[in-house]
Antibody, heavy 124, light 106 residues
Framework: EVQLVESGGVLVQPGRSLRLSCAAS????????MDWVRQAPGKGLEWVGR??????????EYAASVNGRFTISRDDSKNSLYLQMNSLKTEDTAVYYC???????????????WGQGTLVTASS | IQLTQSPSFLSASVGDRVTITCRAS??????LAWFQQKPGKAPKLLIY???TLQDGVPSRFSGSGSGTEFTLTISSLQPEDFATYYC?????????FGGGTKVEIK
């Protein structure tokens, strides 16, 4: 069974840093792109970023709202995905989900499996 | 690429046929997915590549469209379908979601 379990969400002051983790099991983690998606309280979904596979040099893509502040990384030996969040802002308050990607045709889609989410609250 | 979903809210009865539209600000071929989300839960993938049904999703769900206009149709609304639906484009980075359509019981 595919499982994704996020951790690391806490209450943090604006301007500080935080690292989220996503532990994967039940599939070959190294074969998949991975995404982070967030959802502010009472709001819609916002794609945060993506990390590709080793064959794609672990390249990354980011939303404009987090580019330069957030960094996605992965450790295939530990079946783990990470989101390093620096210079946090109050508007980064959200539930953060990791989502598994899959490739079909000419593109790679996100979210055929999701974690349960972890809540990050950026507030003083 | 901006995605505009309509309506943002709809009220329907069990058994109704429901259609949700997602319009992209520029052409994305068929690189579109649909998700369902219930309160307090992670989203669930329903459809990808505009019209391909994800494994395990009931056949009352269908998707169509290409380019800039896409639709999600539920042929006969069931009690478990009351939720919020989102489209997501994968035509270009950054990936984006539509604003969501909340389907409530009439």
């Amino acid at each position: 069974e595919v499982q994704l379990v996020e951790s690391g969400g806490v209450l943090v002051q604006p301007g500080r840093s935080l690292r989220l983790s996503c532990a994967a099991s039940g599939f070959t983690f190294s074969d998949h792109y991975m995404d982070w998606v967030r959802q502010a309280p009472g709001k819609g979904l916002e794609w945060v970023g993506r990390i590709r596979k080793r064959v794609n040099s672990y390249s990354t893509e980011y939303a404009a709202s987090v580019n330069g502040r957030f960094t996605i990384s992965r450790d295939d030996s530990k079946n783990s995905l990470y989101l390093q969040m620096n210079s946090l802002k109050t508007e980064d308050t959200a539930v953060y989900y990791c989502a598994r990607g899959f490739c079909y045709g000419d593109t790679c889609y996100s979210g055929d499996h999701w974690g349960q989410g972890t809540l990050v609250t950026a507030s003083s | 690429i901006q995605l505009t979903q309509s309506p943002s809210f709809l009220s329907a009865s069990v058994g109704d046929r429901v259609t949700i539209t997602c319009r992209a600000s520029q052409g994305i071929r068929k690189f579109l997915a649909w998700f369902q989300q219930k309160p307090g839960k992670a989203p669930k993938l329903l459809i990808y590549a505009a019209s391909t049904l994800q494994d395990g999703v009931p056949s009352r769900f269908s998707g169509s469209g290409s380019g800039t206009e896409f639709t999600l149709t539920i042929s006969s609304l069931q009690p478990e379908d009351f939720a919020t639906y989102y489209c997501q484009q994968l035509g270009d980075y950054p990936l984006t979601f539509g604003g969501g359509t909340k389907v409530e019981i009439k």
